[in-house]
């Protein structure tokens, strides 16, 4: 059982910034994956960035340049610092990860917290 829970979000100004924050807790192994996805009403989920347990990173093209990743392992948290917002940024923005043991393989999704990018 793994617990993500996210904070940071709120309403922004469009061109502002702000920084969203995950903390997981549970039985949760070294070596894990950390990602953050996002969901616009009428819209499928999809990725903004992701960080690998050995702290490579992808993001989406329509982030790239304004978001940054990053991961703090000894408090099992991932960060995503995104400037310069727009109002096409607004959406509920979840935290997931994942990870295999040598039985299983796990994915685990936080709550979801909203960002409103908005005048």
């Known amino acids: 059982q793994v617990q993500l829970v996210e904070s940071g979000g709120g309403l922004v100004q469009p061109g502002g910034s702000l920084r969203l924050s995950c903390a997981a807790s549970g039985s949760i192994s070294s070596g894990y994956n950390m990602g953050w996805y996002r969901q616009a009403p009428g819209k499928q989920r999809e990725l903004v960035a992701r960080i690998t347990s050995g702290g490579r990173t992808n993001y989406a093209d329509s982030v790239k340049g304004r978001a940054t990743i990053s991961r703090d392992n000894a408090k099992n948290t991932v960060y995503l610092q995104m400037n310069s917002l727009k109002p096409e940024d607004t959406a509920v923005y979840y935290c997931?990860?994942?990870?295999?043991?040598?039985?299983?393989?796990?994915?685990?999704w936080g709550q979801g917290t909203q960002v409103t990018v908005s005048s």
């Open positions: 997931n990860t994942d990870f295999i043991t040598a039985w299983q393989s796990y994915i685990y």
